[in-house]
Structure formats: C-alpha cells, structure tokens
C-alpha cells in the first residue's frame, strides 16, 4: 500500500524559505504524477503545485509562481517543494498527494493518496 509522509514543516519569518519533502512507499511512484495542496484553517484545500510523473511539466497557483518550486526525484521515491518569500497567506496545512494517473491536475478528486499534512506558519 502506497503510503505518503511530510516532513519539513515548521514556524517561520516573512520573507524567509523552507523545503517540505514527500517521501512515498510502494511501488509505482514514478507512474504518477504528484502535487502538494495546502488548507488554512477555515478554508477549503487548495492546490499549490503539480508535477508530471517524469518531472518534465509543472503547474502552480499563481499566487506561488515564482516564490515555489516542485521536484521529484524517483529514484529516492520523493516529492519536494521548496518555497521562498514566504508570506503570511502561506500559513496552512500542507498535504503532498498522488494523482490516480500520470498527468497533473488542480482537482483533489484526481489525487488517490494523501498524506498526514505538515503545519507551514509564518509571522509577521
């Protein structure tokens, strides 16, 4: 059974950077597409990011282009999102997901496998 772990999380200034990584069991990682989608409290998940099981394409909220940047590294069987500039809007719950195919999509009815979420809160 696929399963997903975060890790990277944590407090942080505006302005400042993290890394989150996904790290994946199972077979077949490198069949799907990944992504990584973020909830605030009081709001709906949302998407952030999405890359293509060979890494060749990506797609980004536009509120991140720019600040965010996915990758993956099949042969460690790993997703990661490095997120510069970070602002206060950043703050959320962020899941990394496994798409049901190989192409990238903004719908969570298209991501099959969720992690547990690592908490993202920056200050002021």
Do not use: H
Not at 8 to 22: F, I, K, M, W, Y
Not at 26 to 41: I, N, V
Not at 72 to 101: F, P
Not at 110 to 119: D, E, K, M, S
Request: net charge positive; with cysteine; charged share 20%.
């Amino acid at each position: 059974q696929v399963q997903l772990v975060e890790t990277g999380g944590g407090l942080v200034q505006a302005g400042g950077s993290l890394r989150l990584s996904c790290a994946a069991s199972g077979r077949t990682f490198s069949s799907s597409a990944m992504a990584w989608f973020r909830q605030a409290p009081g709001k709906e998940r949302e998407f952030v990011a999405s890359i293509t099981k060979s890494g060749g394409s990506t797609d980004y909220l536009d509120s991140v282009k720019g600040r965010f940047t996915i990758s993956r590294d099949n042969a460690k069987m790993t997703v990661a999102l490095q997120m510069n500039s970070l602002k206060l809007e950043d703050t959320a719950v962020y899941y990394c997901a496994r798409a049901r195919l190989g192409i990238i999509s903004r719908s969570t009815s298209l991501y099959a496998v969720w992690g547990q979420g690592t908490q993202v809160t920056v200050s002021s």
